[in-house]
């Protein structure tokens, strides 16, 4: 058994770095693709601006990817404190909670940006399913399927509670519904339809499916508890 582990060994290892091989590029491709717009909010961004920048899809983006090492500072700050304490996938749950709010407040944010008519223009609600899917185009299911993504692979990870698919369709569904709801009642010039709140919902799940591997499958002992400490035997 142990030559047969340490002949599966190789391949594991190449399959993981050709997998983050394979995210560096896409990482890397993606800058470039967006490197012109998002430079283009760079000056308000850096000037402190509110107009231009925080009110803006390309600032917010631009924000959020210069804000990575001040996520990942966190990260490593509360695993250290963790793991000092005794606790156990320190860095799963550290990792798991700064990803889930690094990775969901800026779609959020973009979500609940007013309209030209923001104030003015009366809500408006879509409750026929899959209606407005032929209006939101490739680019506006992309986007629905990502604002609760980053909550959706990371939130099982953290929360045992949370660790099946239909628990997180009903996290998706419910945060959805609640952004859909904020954007009628503070009039911000945005449709509130069912359709966003399933591919809301339906990007969480395909989140959670691509981090399934690494949920919690157990609360029977916390992992956010500290370990017991070994009781000693007596000599002899």
């Known amino acids: 058994m142990n030559h047969n582990a340490s002949l599966s060994a190789p391949p594991r290892r190449a399959r993981r770095i050709v997998l983050l091989g394979l995210a560096i590029l896409g990482v890397a491709s993606a800058a470039f ?4 717009p998002l430079m283009m909010s760079a000056p308000m961004c850096m000037a402190g601006r509110w107009h231009g920048c925080f009110d803006t899809f390309n ?11 001040l996520a990942a500072l966190v990260v490593w700050a509360l695993a250290r404190r963790r793991r000092a304490a005794g606790v156990t996938s320190a860095w799963r749950m550290s990792l798991a909670e700064v990803g889930m ?72 569904a419910g945060c959805s519904v609640l952004v859909e709801t904020a954007q009628y ?36 002992a916390p992992s956010d508890q500290p370990r017991p400490a070994p009781v000693p035997t007596p000599a002899g």
Do not use: E
């Open 33 to 36: 693709v967006v490197r012109r």
């Open 59 to 69: 600032g917010v983006v631009l924000i959020t990817l210069v804000a990575l090492p």
């Open 101 to 172: 709010v690094h990775g969901t407040v800026p779609f959020i944010w973009m979500t609940m940006m007013p309209g030209a008519g923001a104030g003015t223009v009366p809500g408006r609600v879509s409750l026929v399913p899959l209606r407005d899917l032929l209006t939101m185009g490739p680019l506006g299911i992309v986007g629905n399927l990502l604002i609760f993504a980053a909550l959706g692979f990371f939130a099982p990870m953290r929360f045992a509670a949370l660790a099946s698919v239909p628990r997180i369709l009903a996290l998706g």
């Open 185 to 220: 009642v503070l009039r911000l010039d945005r449709v509130s339809s069912v359709d966003d709140v399933l591919v809301n919902a339906a990007g969480a799940v395909l989140a959670a499916l691509a981090s399934r591997r690494w949920w919690r499958t157990t609360a029977k």
